[in-house]
């Protein structure tokens, strides 16, 4: 299927959740067009220009193995950037979507990591894998059980085949285990102008393109997890005065708020009480 990128599907941002979230159902995996737009994604890259420039390549953890010498990861996107916390992190339509998924099964959902990867020139071809594989849980999921992650990957400069375009496998994410492990030449890049999106379940085998190019390849990574598992990145280290200057959406996605579970029944309490309760948490206007 190399080469072939029109077997991802594309869709326009005036897509309903519903339908969206039926298509990941279907294929695993979705471009949303100009899923940013231009102001947003350019005053965001102008926050993040100068850490990016000074992070270095390769991975800060051991477990970080698919963070190649050649790419660069940097998170704590909160502390970062002003446009990540007000206007992207709590994207209506990302959101939406994610509560036709996880909904009615799980309850709330929140932030699993959030983070830019940028490519440089001469990066390999990253493993394919599952965002899921990160929970022990994921073992146990047969292939029409509630997914337990939905990721997002915003194409900050142009994803094309030549500089690393992530390469999916549409359909992987209904595999059992006894299926063949995948192999490169199943997989499609997704190709994209800045601003567009990738969204694909966690169940769904994808990785990082080769860089042939002499330019790099930057994207925005996220994803969102349902409110009973644990994120991969705590918040808890921001400064409150950050915090409290985001919407409330904004500081549960983040573990600054209690959530519930699709019973209504509370998580992440203080004690007895909703968590912001006890924190007397200030937030801004939605």
Known sequence: ???????????????????????????????????????????????????????????????????????????????????????????????????????????????????????????????????????????????????????????????TEENGATRLIPGSHLWDSAHPAPSPDQTVPAIMQPGDAILFLGSLFHGGGENRTENVRRGLGMSLIPCQFTPYSSHMHVPRTIIETMTPLAQKLVGWRTVESHRQYPFWQGGDRRLEDVLGLASREA
């Open 1 to 159: 299927m190399t080469g072939q990128a029109e077997a991802i599907r594309r869709v326009h941002p005036t897509v309903s959740p519903k339908q969206a979230a039926q298509m990941l159902q279907e294929d695993g995996v979705i471009i949303l067009k100009s899923f940013l737009a231009p102001d947003v994604m350019q005053r965001f890259q102008a926050e993040v220009d100068e850490d990016i420039e000074k992070t270095s390549t390769g991975a800060r953890m051991k477990a970080y193995k698919l963070v190649n010498d050649k790419t660069k990861h940097m998170a704590d996107l909160i502390v970062r950037s002003e446009v990540f916390r007000y206007d992207i992190l709590t994207h209506p339509l990302y959101h939406a979507i994610a509560d036709e998924l996880f909904r009615s099964d799980y309850g709330d959902h929140w932030l699993n990591a959030a983070a830019v990867l940028q490519l440089m020139p001469g990066a390999p071809a990253q493993q394919l894998h599952r965002d899921e594989e990160i929970f022990v849980a994921s073992k146990f999921r047969s292939p029409t059980d509630p997914q337990l992650s939905l990721s997002c990957l915003v194409a900050l400069t142009e994803f």
